[in-house]
């Protein structure tokens, strides 16, 4: 295992799943600090990233999971769960927050909602993938996809501390319900748009 490729797979994690930081602190910023919320959240963001690993191995190996013309309309995913988000917080626009943060032990996403958000944001990803991998090989691949799970490690304890830090904290748990709907339709809206869904 030569630390050039090393190198090369933590700079291709980095590179392609920067945007993860920030919808992430989002998902642990709904939490509210409660740890049962925070592990869904991880489980959610591997989960997600497994089926995006696995898309790409697969393809890697010769028989494409995904085709380059339904990869687009994964945008329809976030922006679906952030219309469904802001519905909810409009809904609940009136609830008491103390009283909804004091009985809900259970705040934050579902994992599943997580690994959706996770695979629709990184379907443009197995596309980068798919050649890397090939290339590499079986032994090359093994690293990429260690190296990948880790950084999804590091990336989750990243985006948690950012969540947690007060200033920041206090902001997503007053405006979470807000910012929440906001970035997942953008997620889908630019998915969407860059993939050239519906001919736009």
């Not at 592990?39 to 995904?66: D, K, N, T």
């Amino acid at each position: 295992m030569s630390l050039s490729l090393l190198g090369q797979a933590a700079g291709m994690f980095a590179v392609t799943n920067i945007d993860d930081l920030l919808v992430l602190a989002v998902f642990f910023g709904q939490t509210r600090g409660h740890k049962a919320g925070a592990w869904r959240v991880i489980a959610g963001q591997y989960l997600g990233f497994v089926a995006i690993l696995a898309a790409a191995i697969i393809g890697a190996l010769g028989a494409g999971l995904l085709s380059e013309t339904v990869i687009p309309y994964l945008g329809l995913v976030p922006l679906a769960l952030g219309i469904r988000a802001a519905v909810n917080a409009w809904r609940h626009r009136n609830d008491p927050d103390d009283n909804a943060d004091s009985q809900n032990h259970n705040a934050g996403p579902a994992a599943l909602h997580v690994a959706a958000v996770t695979f629709a944001n990184g379907g443009d990803n197995i596309g980068v993938y798919v050649p890397v991998f090939t290339v590499a090989g079986t032994s090359g691949m093994t690293v990429y996809v260690i190296v990948f799970l880790i950084g999804v490690a590091i990336w989750c304890a990243a985006s948690w501390l950012l969540a947690t830090r007060p200033l920041i904290a206090r902001t997503l748990s007053r405006w979470g319900h807000i910012i929440l709907p906001i970035v997942l339709i953008g997620i889908g809206l630019t998915i969407l748009i860059e993939g050239g869904a519906f001919g736009l």
